[in-house]
């Protein structure tokens, strides 16, 4: 499979912008999904932009070849919360309240490009829009809006993995 990397690179530096990276990044890398399906942040001519490449465990249809409806909108959901997240100053986990995809065409197996913009951060809610492109950004294959809930408490990591004490 080829890899398509006409608008992007990775950062370098450390620019803010790189810091910004750095963050989603590091966000992506926590999510187990996200590190199966291998996505990456790059830098666009627009900012900062997930990478997905393409491996043949993501193709739905092997006769086109095309890659699989759900990996797109995964691929939406999992972009969109890395952005909200980033701009949380409270750092909070976001849940995703609602969620709407459409695909526009068929995605070839190639890499797969996504950005988001935030339509609305607010103290509890953010809406956020997804595009997703292959060769072209202004050919996209699939788009989406995303609403997610952001915890009113922000919870520790370690608080996750503790268990609560038994009583006797």
Partial sequence: ?????????PISGPTESGKEYADWQALLERTPYARHLGLEVQRGDAGLLVHMPCREALIGNFMLPALHGGVLGALIELTARVAAQSQDTGK??????????NYLRSAKARSTFASADIVRQGRRTSLVRVICWQSDKS???ASGQVQLLLPTIAVKQEDLHEQPAQQT
């Fill in 139 to 141: 050919k996209p294959i």
């Fill in 92 to 101: 909070r986990c976001p849940r995703i309240l609602d969620s709407h995809v």
């Fill in 1 to 9: 499979m080829s890899t398509i990397s006409d608008s992007a690179q």
